[in-house]
């Protein structure tokens, strides 16, 4: 690794300024080009990043094409993920991809083959994976002296409200709605710091569309490996944000969300494991991290692919009514 590691960003929305921000903070990281088909996002990332005309692409292949780079950041809608990934797999370069990592469970499972057969590293943008709440219930989870046998987990916020009308509403580039937006983070969330393997989930969704793409609430009901159940609700429709995961095993209760862990045994005692609030990484720091120790990064393409084909599965069942299984060999 140089003493500068160069990277290109592939869209330049909300998220592609974060994590250039990012990028322009660290010591050794540096953004030398940007891409995106947005004139303005384009006009916005030279100002904001002090790059030259030359520098601005309005096609990310004519970026991987010319500049000589070490790293990309995905931060462009849903669907193009998969064609970008794998682009910049193609120009041997490692990548730092927005959830999810595809829409598609089959693309995704490509990309996985791919990054786990090659000496790449993607890194997925899940920033709970990040959290010291999130670490610390991961622990507490496995430490943990009885099986799970039943979870649920829930995430709102007023999505439809602050997101309706824009791409992350617009099947043809998010993939669905809220659930594969917001609802992504909490199902990654919840398969992450328990370890469950999805089998099954039926689903009811409110579909604000005639064609029953673009939905504001999901109500998911899920079995996993080893006769466990557990449920996945998630609402755009609230006046606020919450989130929280209760994870129940044979001896205790543990509750989580992004700041706090509650455990509680079988006769209501609770305790409060201390969360270190002030080591979470940025995404780019840990991206870089795992780059220099050749770690496998917090966020991996498989536990994307993961969430992914829980989530495929789950619109399937909401719009045919039926329970679905999850692929998780897809072809």
């Not at 992450?192 to 099954?200: A, K, Q």
């Amino acid at each position: 690794m140089s003493d500068n590691y160069l990277f290109g960003v592939v869209g330049y929305g909300w998220l592609g300024g974060v994590l250039a921000g990012q990028i322009r903070d660290h010591e050794r990281a540096k953004v030398v080009c940007v891409a995106d088909v947005s004139a303005e996002a384009r006009r916005r990332a030279g100002a904001e990043l002090d790059l030259p005309a030359r520098s601005l692409y309005e096609e990310y292949d004519d970026l991987l094409a010319t500049e000589e780079l070490d790293a990309v950041v995905v931060a462009t809608p849903h669907v193009f993920h998969h064609e970008q990934v794998a682009a910049a797999l193609d120009a041997e370069l490692d990548v730092l991809c927005e959830k999810p990592l595809c829409v598609e469970p089959r693309n995704a499972k490509e990309i996985v083959d791919r990054v786990e057969t090659s000496d790449r590293t993607v890194m997925l943008g899940y920033q709970r994976h990040l959290s010291g709440a999130y670490r610390t219930a991961r622990r507490r989870i496995a430490e943990s002296t009885g099986d799970i046998v039943y979870v649920d987990a829930e995430i709102t916020q007023p999505y439809m409200d602050l997101f309706g009308g824009t791409w992350r509403t617009d099947p043809e580039l998010s993939g669905g709605s809220v659930t594969y937006d917001t609802g992504n983070h909490l199902i990654d969330g919840l398969l992450w710091t328990t370890g469950l393997t999805p089998v099954s989930v039926s689903a009811e969704m409110a579909f604000e569309d005639g064609d029953r793409r673009v939905e504001s609430d999901a109500a998911l009901s899920v079995a996993f490996e080893g006769g466990v159940t557990g449920t996945v609700a998630v609402s755009g429709r609230t006046p606020r944000f919450t989130e929280r995961i209760r994870v129940w095993t044979e001896d205790e209760e543990i509750r989580f969300n992004e700041d706090e862990v509650v455990t509680l045994d079988e006769d209501g005692n609770e305790w409060r494991p201390r969360v270190d609030r002030g080591d979470d990484p940025t995404k780019v720091e840990a991206f870089v991290d795992a780059i220099e120790s050749g770690d496998e990064p917090p966020a991996t393409a498989r536990d994307s692919f993961r969430s992914v084909a829980l989530t495929a599965a789950a619109y399937e069942a909401a719009r045919t009514g039926r329970r679905v299984d999850v692929d998780l060999d897809p072809s």
